[in-house]
Each structure stands twice: as structure tokens, then as C-alpha cells.
């Protein structure tokens, strides 16, 4: 069985963790555009982590085996920032149309103040014009008030709901994102919001339309196993095979692959890994064997 990551922040996790995705059937990864754990401080700083998520990154999972992509945003914490965010609106469009960029994202609300609304509502503006999807951050505090004033907003901006993948959601949104016919994405931590204990739940309850599962691992406590692990875990508990490979592959790629940039045949078919190959001079050896295949 293969797996869809489609929301992991590789940037903060190991060659180890892409060793590891490779062996548990992860074919392909999105990483969403993020914030690093503090407030960057130039548009700079913004420019080099987008081209790093287009560059570096993408390379770097090729010498494991995993394809992978990324959406571009401006993030809802960073949006505060007034004169900063104006700044990165401006690079925004330009690596909105590099190889490999499947969304607008991850974009939406924080503490929903009004600097966050202003940048949420350009940015749905931008993916209009770009043609590509968007990826809805919805708010860890008051979850259920910024999950429904997300999707008004965007029905506002004339986004269909099937363009729009609203990430983050829990016991408390699902039932009303599915019902304005968004895609309902999960991300699941080993210790706080959901659980793989829990996602069985939602989609014994709920079955396989637009639900998604994704580990959402980054800096932080965490699991990138999260997507196959849970897909072991739906089938132990009795899920039908059709629904976990949904859920964990299939509902991913067709979110996604509406960017144009998603494409099955990018891992059924992949390029050999030769790890003697460099990225600006750069290997992800540090004097091992390359693998060859």
C-alpha cells in the first residue's frame, strides 16, 4: 500500500525521517509553507525559506526515493506583521509558480485578527489567479468559530469548495466542513489534537468522502509515521481497505493534483537515485556509500 503526506514540514526533520517514510510506502510528501518557531524579521529571510521549499528540499527527498512538493503562503502568526507581510505578498507570485508548488498555503486564521483576514483574503485572491488550490490553516484556539468564518470567507472570494482544503480539523469541525463540501484534512500529533486512536473513529463515523490524513510533523513533538501508522491502525480496527487507501492516498491526490503540479505518475514512474548527485555543490552524504538504483 502506498501513502500521501500531505501536510509534513521535512525542513525541520532528519534524512532519517525520509529513510523511514521511504520504507513505510510514503511515495510523495507536501510541505506547507510555515513559520520556524519564531517571527522571521526580514523579507529576506521569507524569500530564502521558499526557495529552499522548491530547491533544497526537493532534492533532498529525491535521493530517498519520495517525491516531493509544497504549497506557498504567507502563515496566519507572520501575517500580523504588518509592513513585514506587505513585503512578502510581492514574492508570493513568483514562487507560486515554481515546479512543484501545489497550493496556496498554509494560509487563514491565528488569533483571527484583522491583519490576518487582510492577508487571508489577498491570498485567496492570488490562488484565483494562479489557478491553484488553497490549504486552510484553522485556528487552534476557538477551532470551530475560524473553521466556519474560513470557509465563508473564501465561498466570498468565489473559491469553489472542492479548491479548498481545510486542514486541522477535529471532532468539532468535521461535520460542517463536509457539509459545505471542503475537504476535511486531519492532522495528527502523538499527544495533543487528533490521534490515530481518533481518526479511526472520524472515518468509521464519517466514511472516506474528502477526508484526508496527514502527521502535520515538524519542529516540534511530533511523528512523521503518522499517516501509515494510522492506515495500520484502520485496518486492524476493521476499516475496509478502499477507505484507509482513500483517506491515506487517494483523496490527496485528487486535492492536490487539481494544482496541475500532482502527479501519479511522478512515483509510479520515478527517476533512479543516484546519491552521487549534488544541489549547488551540496551532497546529503557525509562520506557513506551513495545509494545507486
Given at each position: 500500500?502506498?501513502?500521501?503526506?500531505?501536510?509534513?514540514?521535512?525542513s525541520?526533520?532528519?534524512?532519517?525521517?525520509y529513510?523511514?517514510?521511504?520504507?513505510?510506502?510514503?511515495v510523495?510528501?507536501?510541505?506547507?509553507?510555515?513559520?520556524?518557531?519564531?517571527?522571521?524579521?526580514?523579507?529576506?529571510?521569507?524569500?530564502?525559506?521558499?526557495?529552499?521549499?522548491?530547491?533544497?528540499?526537493?532534492?533532498?527527498?529525491?535521493?530517498?526515493?519520495?517525491?516531493?512538493?509544497?504549497?506557498?503562503?504567507?502563515?496566519?502568526?507572520?501575517?500580523?506583521?504588518?509592513a513585514?507581510?506587505?513585503?512578502v505578498?510581492?514574492l508570493?507570485?513568483?514562487f507560486?509558480?515554481?515546479?512543484?508548488?501545489?497550493?496556496?498555503?498554509?494560509?487563514?486564521?491565528?488569533?483571527?485578527?484583522?491583519?490576518?483576514?487582510?492577508?487571508?483574503?489577498?491570498?485567496?485572491?492570488?490562488?484565483?489567479?494562479?489557478?491553484?488550490?488553497?490549504?486552510?490553516?484553522?485556528?487552534?484556539?476557538?477551532?470551530?468559530?475560524?473553521?466556519?468564518?474560513?470557509?465563508?470567507?473564501?465561498?466570498e472570494?468565489?473559491?469553489r469548495?472542492?479548491?479548498?482544503?481545510?486542514?486541522?480539523?477535529?471532532?468539532?469541525?468535521?461535520?460542517?466542513?463536509?457539509?459545505?463540501?471542503?475537504?476535511?484534512?486531519?492532522?495528527?500529533?502523538?499527544?495533543t489534537?487528533?490521534?490515530?486512536?481518533?481518526?479511526?473513529?472520524?472515518?468509521?463515523?464519517?466514511?472516506?468522502?474528502?477526508?484526508?490524513?496527514?502527521?502535520s510533523?515538524?519542529?516540534?513533538?511530533?511523528?512523521?509515521?503518522?499517516?501509515?501508522?494510522?492506515?495500520?491502525?484502520m485496518?486492524?480496527?476493521?476499516?475496509?481497505?478502499?477507505q484507509?487507501?482513500?483517506?491515506?492516498?487517494?483523496?490527496?491526490?485528487?486535492?492536490?493534483?487539481?494544482?496541475?503540479?500532482?502527479?501519479?505518475?511522478?512515483?509510479?514512474?520515478?527517476?533512479?537515485?543516484?546519491q552521487?548527485?549534488?544541489?549547488?555543490?551540496?551532497?546529503?552524504?557525509?562520506?557513506?556509500?551513495?545509494?545507486?538504483?
Open positions: 500500500m502506498h501513502f500521501i503526506d500531505p501536510h509534513i514540514h521535512m525541520a526533520r532528519t534524512t532519517d525521517d529513510e523511514a517514510l521511504a520504507a513505510a510506502g510514503v510523495a510528501v507536501i510541505e506547507p509553507a510555515f513559520w520556524l518557531g519564531q517571527p522571521r524579521t526580514s523579507v529576506g529571510s521569507f524569500q530564502d525559506y521558499y526557495a529552499s521549499l522548491v530547491g533544497w528540499e526537493r532534492f533532498r527527498a529525491a535521493q530517498f526515493g519520495i517525491c516531493h512538493y509544497c504549497t506557498i503562503g504567507l502563515n496566519s502568526k507572520e501575517a500580523n506583521d504588518d513585514l507581510a506587505e513585503q505578498m510581492e508570493l507570485p513568483l507560486a509558480a515554481k515546479d512543484g508548488v501545489v497550493a496556496i498555503g498554509e494560509i487563514g486564521f491565528d488569533d483571527q485578527t484583522p491583519a490576518e483576514e487582510k492577508y487571508f483574503r489577498a491570498q485567496l485572491e492570488l490562488a484565483k489567479r494562479v489557478e491553484l488550490p488553497v490549504m486552510i490553516h484553522t485556528p487552534h484556539r476557538d477551532k470551530q468559530a475560524g473553521t466556519l468564518r474560513s470557509m465563508a470567507i473564501c465561498l472570494h468565489g473559491l469548495p472542492d479548491q479548498v482544503i481545510v486542514d486541522h480539523n477535529n471532532e468539532e469541525t468535521v461535520q460542517a466542513v463536509l457539509d459545505q463540501g471542503f475537504w476535511a484534512a486531519f492532522t495528527l500529533y502523538p499527544k489534537k487528533m490521534g490515530s486512536e481518533r481518526m479511526v473513529e472520524v472515518v468509521r463515523r464519517y466514511g472516506q468522502q474528502r477526508i484526508i490524513v496527514d502527521s510533523a515538524d519542529w516540534g513533538v511530533s511523528d512523521p509515521l503518522a499517516v501509515p501508522k494510522t492506515a495500520r491502525l485496518l486492524a480496527r476493521g476499516i475496509d481497505s478502499a484507509v487507501t482513500a483517506t491515506c492516498y487517494g483523496n490527496a491526490l485528487a486535492a492536490y493534483g487539481q494544482s496541475g503540479q500532482f502527479n501519479e505518475a511522478d512515483w509510479l514512474s520515478p527517476t533512479a537515485i543516484d552521487r548527485q549534488l544541489f549547488e555543490g551540496n551532497s546529503v552524504l557525509r562520506g557513506q556509500q551513495p545509494l545507486i538504483s
